[in-house]
């Protein structure tokens, strides 16, 4: 999928209001701070705190 960098810039966590990062496989947007990844369906992001998971383990 194609992420406007421009769009990820305003993108926040909306539990913790940190910037979140794509995922390496384009999967799902990643809060570092708080650790949850928000999914994206259809190319939307679904930045919801109830619809992220919480993946701890750090990526490369
Ligand atoms: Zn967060």
């Known amino acids: 999928m194609n992420m406007n960098p ?3 810039e305003i993108l ?5 209001k ?3 990062e794509l995922k ?3 999967s799902g ?5 708080c650790f949850r ?12 705190v ?3 998971i919480i ?3 750090v990526e490369a």
């Not at 926040?12 to 913790?16: G, I, S, Y």
């Not at 947007?29 to 701070?33: A, N």
């Not at 990844?37 to 919801?48: A, L």
């Open 29 to 33: 947007l990643k809060c570092e701070t």
């Open 55 to 57: 993946e701890k383990e």
């Open 12 to 16: 926040r966590c909306p539990f913790c």
């Open 18 to 20: 940190a910037k979140v």
């Open 37 to 48: 990844v928000y999914p994206i369906r259809d190319d939307i992001p679904i930045m919801i």
């Open 24 to 26: 390496a496989d384009g």
């Open 6 to 8: 421009d769009f990820l």
């Open 50 to 52: 109830e619809e992220a």
